[in-house]
C-alpha cells in the first residue's frame, strides 16, 4: 500500500517475535541429537540460548509460552531429555512419562 515502509514494518515484526514474553522457564539437560529438535519446538527469543555446535549432553535454560507446551514438547523428546528445574515441571513431565510407560508395560 502506499506509505507502506517494508524495512520498518519488518524490523518492528522482528522486535516483537524477539521480546515476546515467556510463562516458564524449563532448566533440561539435553543430549546432542536432540537439539536440533528442541530449537524447533522454542519461540524465536529462546534460538540464541543453544550453542552452534555440541558433541556432550549440555544444561541449558529455555523458555516456553505455556507450561502445558513445555510439558508436551519436552516428552516428544523422549529419552533425549531431562527435566531439572523448576520442580513440578520436572514431576509433572515424570507423571505423564510414567503414565504412558504403564501402557506398554
Known amino acids: ?7 520498518q514494518s519488518w524490523a518492528q515484526a522482528r522486535s516483537e517475535l ?5 510463562a516458564v522457564e524449563v532448566a533440561v539437560r539435553v543430549q546432542p541429537r536432540a537439539l536440533p529438535r528442541l530449537r524447533q519446538l ?5 534460538q540464541d540460548r543453544f550453542p552452534l555446535t555440541c558433541t556432550e549432553q549440555i544444561d541449558l ?6 507450561e ?12 533425549d ?5 523448576p520442580a513440578a515441571m520436572r514431576e ?3 507423571d505423564q512419562a510414567r503414565g504412558a ?3 506398554y508395560a
Do not use: I, M, Y
Open 1 to 7: 500500500p502506499a506509505g507502506f515502509d517494508l524495512a
Open 18 to 22: 524477539e521480546h515476546e514474553s515467556t
Open 42 to 46: 522454542l519461540p524465536v527469543h529462546g
Open 101 to 103: 510407560a504403564a501402557h
Open 61 to 66: 535454560t529455555v523458555p516456553f509460552e505455556s
Open 68 to 79: 502445558n507446551w513445555a510439558c508436551a514438547a519436552l516428552l516428544s523428546l523422549g529419552k
Open 81 to 85: 531429555v531431562e527435566v531439572l528445574q
Open 92 to 94: 509433572r513431565v515424570a
